[in-house]
C-alpha cells in the first residue's frame, strides 16, 4: 500500500517570494509521482508527474519537483510566486502496474501582495 | 475537445434517500474513476473502470456504495440509504490506455440533510 502525507496544510506567502511545498511519500513498489493543481471553483488539474529519467520535472508556468529516491520525496518549488498561483495543491503516488492514485491531504497556497 | 463531464455539479439530499450521480468521459477513454474528497481531504479512491467492468473496487466504503458503467463509457455512482457522513465532492476521472495522466471533472457535491 501507498501513502502520501504533505507536511503542510497551508502555506502563505508573499507575491514574487519562493515557496516550497512539501511531499513524501511511502511504498513499497515503484511509483509515479504527480502534483495536481486546483484553483478556486475549478476542478483538479495535472501540473507535473514524475514517470522516469530525470529527477526534475518542471511544469509550463514555472514549477517544478524533485523526485528523491533515498528520501521518497517530491517537494514542489517555484522561484517566484505570482496571485495567479493561489490554488490548492495535491501530492499524488501511483504504483506501476496499479491505475489508482493515492493522494495527499493537500496544501493550500495563498499568495499576499 | 470536451473534457470530463458530471452531473449534476450539486446535490442536496434528504438522510436516507437514493441519490445518482453521472459521469461522462472523455470520448474514447477505456479507463474510467470515481474519487470522494471530503472537506479538508485529499481525493480518495472509490472505483476503476476498465472498459465495462470494474478492475478495482477495493475503494468503495460498503455496499451502499455502488457504480456502473453499462456500454464502457458512461459511468453513474449509486448511493443507497444517504448518510450525512456521505457528503463530500465526488469526483470522475478518465484516461487512455496509453496514459499516465488522469483527467479530472469538477465533481459532484453531494449534501446530505
Known amino acids: 500500500a501507498q501513502s502520501v502525507t504533505q507536511l503542510d496544510s497551508q502555506v502563505p506567502v508573499f507575491e514574487e517570494a519562493p515557496v516550497e511545498l512539501r511531499c513524501n511519500y511511502s511504498?513499497?513498489?515503484?511509483?509515479?509521482l504527480f502534483w495536481y493543481v486546483q484553483y478556486p471553483n475549478q476542478g483538479l488539474q495535472l501540473l507535473l508527474k514524475?514517470?522516469?529519467?530525470?529527477?526534475l520535472v518542471e511544469s509550463i508556468n514555472g514549477f517544478e519537483a524533485e523526485f528523491n529516491k533515498s528520501q521518497t520525496s517530491f517537494h514542489l518549488r517555484k522561484p517566484s510566486v505570482h496571485i495567479s498561483d493561489t490554488a490548492e495543491y495535491f501530492c499524488?503516488?501511483?504504483?506501476?502496474?496499479?491505475?489508482?492514485?493515492?493522494f495527499g491531504q493537500g496544501t493550500r497556497l495563498t499568495i499576499n501582495p | 475537445g470536451a473534457g470530463v463531464s458530471q452531473t449534476p455539479s450539486n446535490k442536496v439530499t434528504e438522510k436516507g434517500k437514493y441519490v445518482e450521480l453521472r459521469c461522462d468521459p472523455i470520448?474514447?477513454?477505456?479507463?474510467l474513476y470515481w474519487y470522494r474528497q471530503s472537506l479538508g481531504q485529499g481525493p480518495e479512491f472509490l472505483i476503476y473502470?476498465?472498459?465495462?467492468?470494474?478492475?478495482?473496487d477495493s475503494g468503495l466504503p460498503n455496499d451502499r456504495f455502488f457504480a456502473v458503467r453499462p456500454e464502457g463509457s458512461v459511468s453513474t455512482l449509486k448511493i443507497q440509504r444517504t448518510e450525512r457522513g456521505d457528503s463530500a465532492v465526488y469526483l470522475c476521472?478518465?484516461?487512455?490506455?496509453?496514459?499516465?495522466?488522469?483527467?479530472f471533472g469538477q465533481g459532484t457535491r453531494l449534501t446530505v440533510v
Open positions: 476521472a478518465s484516461s487512455s490506455q496509453s496514459d499516465t495522466e488522469a483527467f
Open positions: 511504498s513499497s513498489v515503484s511509483v509515479y
Open positions: 514524475y514517470l522516469s529519467g530525470s529527477t
Open positions: 499524488a503516488v501511483r504504483s506501476k502496474g496499479a491505475q489508482k492514485l493515492v
Open positions: 470520448s474514447g477513454h477505456t479507463a
Open positions: 473502470f476498465q472498459g465495462t467492468g470494474a478492475a478495482d
